[in-house]
C-alpha cells in the first residue's frame, strides 16, 4: 500500500481502513511528527461513540472532523500500528487540550511514568 499524498501529523483525525472485521473508522494520529515521514506505519488510536471509562476513554469535539455523531470519544484501549497507506482520508485534527488528555489517557493506560 501506498501512503497517502499528504503525510498525516499527530493529532489528526483520519478515516483509517482496518482490516476486518473492524473496517473503516476515524482514529488520532498519536505517532511524533519527527518520525512519522521516515515511517511506513504510525501508531493510531481509534475513535469511537461509546463512552467508556474516563480513564481511557477520552471526549473530542466534533469540531476534529467528527461529524454525522453527537459525541464522541478517543478510545486510548484501541492502539494499533497501521501502515500509512491504510489512512484514507483527513477529517480533522484534534485541539491541543485534546490531544494533551489523549497523551495523558494513554500514559495511564500503558503505565508511563510522565516524568
Not at 478515516?15 to 494520529?29: D, I, K, L, S, Y
Not at 518520525?35 to 466534533?62: D, K, N, Y
Amino acid at each position: 500500500m501506498t501512503p497517502p499524498a499528504v503525510t498525516p501529523l499527530r493529532g489528526e483525525v483520519w478515516e483509517v481502513q482496518f482490516p476486518p472485521p473492524v473496517g473503516t473508522r476515524p482514529a488520532v494520529v498519536l505517532t511524533t511528527n519527527a518520525l512519522i515521514t521516515r515511517l511506513g506505519a504510525v501508531t493510531v488510536a481509534e475513535i469511537t461513540s461509546t463512552a467508556g471509562p474516563s480513564s481511557t476513554h477520552v471526549e473530542v469535539s466534533s469540531e476534529a472532523g467528527l461529524t454525522g455523531r453527537d459525541r464522541s470519544w478517543v478510545n486510548t484501549t484501541g492502539l494499533h500500528t497501521t501502515p500509512r497507506g491504510r489512512l484514507r482520508r483527513r477529517r480533522g485534527r484534534l485541539a491541543p487540550p485534546e490531544l494533551d488528555r489523549v497523551g495523558a489517557a494513554v500514559r495511564r493506560y500503558l503505565d508511563i511514568d510522565p516524568g
